[in-house]
C-alpha cells in the first residue's frame, strides 16, 4: 500500500481522525473521528477496462465507496474555512493550479505558466479553451476576477479574505471599505487572458492559486442562486473531475460522480463516490471488514494499533499543527486566559508524549512549536523552520504551577472555571477527558467543564468567539510558513482570540511586504514572530504534529494525499475489480 511521502518522522500506528478548520485549517477538528457507510443506491458501473494514470489497468465497476471525518460545512469556497469543505472542492473545482501526486502545483485551468513582468508584480495567464462547468458553460478570466472581487468584498463575509491581502494590488484597501471590490487588480484581458497584479513579489504564488479561495466561480449561477449557493448539491457547481451529488447541506451522506463535461474526463476513471459519515470508529471498521466501505477514514488508537502491521493499512504524516486557542475576550468582555500568566500556566501543564503515545497512538509526534516540520526550509542554509526554531514551550509542571499561581493573585481569585469546547466524536470525548484530567489535576483551583458539539457547531462558536478554550488545528493553504503565521494579526479574521499585538503586527507586516525580495530576513522575521507567538505571549499552546492511519482495500489505485490543500484527491483513482 502506499505509504507516506514524507519520512520526517517514522508513522507507527495512527488513530485519532482530527478534522482540520482550515484549513484549510480549517481542515477540522483534531479531535474529530468519523466513518462513512456507502450508499446503497449506487448502481452506476463500468465494466469496459482503462489504462490508470499508473500504467495500471481499471477494470470492473468504477464505484469507490469510502469514508469520511465530518459533515460538509459549506459548498461556497468564498466562505470555506474548514478541510471537509476543501476537500469537495479538491474533487470537484479546479483553480489556475491543482496539486500533482507530489504536491507540487501544476496548471490546471491555466494553459502553461504565466508571463511575468521584470518587477516580478504583473503576471499573465492564458487559460485553456476546453474547460466547462458542469452546466456547459465555458471556465473564463471572468470567472477568477467575480471569484476573486467577492472574496475580498467585506460584504460577503469570508473569513479567507485575508489570503489577498497583501498579495493582489488593493486587496487590502478593498477589505477595509477604502475601495471598491471592482478595484481588485485582476483583470480578464479577454476570455482566455487573465492578468494579475501583486503588491509585491510572491515565491509562493502558485502553491496559493491552488488554494479553495482562489478557485473561480460562475458569475451568473452563484448570483441566480443567491443567500442558497453553495448550501446544497443543487446550488452547486463543478469545473473539475467530479460532481457532487446528493448532498442536502446538513446530511452524513453524499456523492461524487464523474463531470462529463471536464476537459480531462477521459483520464478520470470513477463513475461514482459514495461517501458517508460515521462517528463511531468500531462502525468504520465494520464497514470496511464487510465490504461496504473501500476506504476508512484515519483509525482511533484502538484500531490503529491492532491495524498497524495489516496489509490493508496506509500511513501518512500531514503538515497539520494542533494545539490548544485560548479565547481572551469572550461577548464583550475579557476571559481569565487575557491574562497571560494563566495561559502559560495551562500551555505547560499537560504532558503531550504521553497524549500522542496513549490516547492518539496514531504516529503524530509532540510538538513544542506552531509551525510544522517539513513545510518549509531556510532559503540559505537549507535548516526545517521548525529545527530552525527549536522547542519553544513544553510540559514542564513546577513552571506551569508558579504561572498559575502568580496568575490566580493577579486576577484576585483561588479558582477558575473555564469551558473547553471540541467536537462530539469519540476520540474527542476521550480526548477532552484527557486534557480536563491533566489541567485540573495538574493546576490547583481550575474546573473545565466539557462542551462536546457537532462539528459545524464547534466551527461557529470558534468563529463567534463563543469559547473559552478550544481543541484546534490549522493544515498549510500553502508551502510557507506565513500560512500559520498570520493567522493571529489583530483583527484577522481565522484570529478568534481577541489578541492584539503591534510588535507581531509589524513582523507579519514586514515578512510580507519590507522584505518580499529578501528570503533571508523574511525567514528571520518569521522566527521571530512565532517565537512571540507562542514563547512569550502563548496565544496557543502547540501539542501535536499529525499522523493518520486508514484502511483501504488493494483493489484501490491511485489515492493521492496531500501535505496541504486538499487532504486528498480522487482524480487519478481507479478500481482492479
Known sequence: ??????????????????????????????????????????????????EGSDGGEATGEQVFNMIETAEIPTGDPSLATDAASFIVFGQTMEGLYVLDENDTPVPAIADGEPEISEDGKVYTFKLREDAEWSNGDPVTANDFVYSWQRAVNPETGSEYAYMFSGIIENATEIMNGDKDPEELKVEAIDDYTLEVTLEQPVEYLDSLLAFGTYLPLNEAFVEEQGDSFGTNSD????????????????????????????????????????????????????????????????LSAEYAQQYQNDENASTFEEGSSWYLKFNQVRDGEETPLANENIRKAIAMAFDKEAY????????????????????????ETGEDFREESGDLIGFDLEKAQEYWEKGLEELGVEEITLDYLSDDTENAKKTSEYFQSQLETNLEGLKLELRNVPFKVRLQDTTNQDYDIVMHGWGPD????????????????????????????????????KYANDPEKRWEAMLEAEKLLIQEDTVVAPIYQRGRLVLIKPNVKGFEEHLFGPDYTLKNVYMEN
Open 1 to 50: 500500500m502506499k505509504k507516506s511521502k514524507y519520512y520526517l518522522f517514522i508513522v507507527l500506528a495512527l488513530m485519532l481522525v482530527l478534522a482540520l478548520s482550515a484549513c484549510s485549517g480549517s481542515d477540522s477538528d483534531s479531535d474529530a473521528d468519523s466513518g462513512s457507510e456507502p450508499d446503497s443506491s449506487s448502481d452506476t458501473s463500468s465494466e469496459e477496462t482503462d
Open 235 to 298: 446550488t452547486m457547481l463543478a469545473n473539475g473531475p467530479f460532481v457532487l451529488t446528493e448532498w442536502d447541506g446538513s446530511g452524513l451522506t453524499w456523492k461524487y460522480v464523474r463531470n462529463d463535461h471536464y476537459y480531462d474526463k477521459e483520464n478520470v476513471a470513477l463513475d461514482e463516490v459514495n461517501v458517508q459519515v460515521v462517528k463511531e470508529p468500531s462502525t468504520a471498521v465494520n464497514l470496511f471488514e464487510t465490504g461496504e466501505a473501500d476506504r476508512t477514514a484515519a
Open 356 to 379: 500522542t503515545t496513549t490516547v492518539l497512538a496514531n504516529g503524530s509526534v509532540p510538538s513544542d512549536g506552531y509551525v510544522p516540520r517539513g513545510l518549509a526550509k531556510n532559503p
Open 478 to 513: 500553502y508551502l510557507d510558513p506565513m500560512t500559520f503565521l498570520d493567522l493571529y494579526v489583530t483583527d484577522g479574521t481565522n484570529n478568534n482570540t481577541g489578541y492584539s499585538n503591534e510588535e507581531y503586527d509589524q513582523l507579519i507586516e514586514d515578512a510580507k511586504v
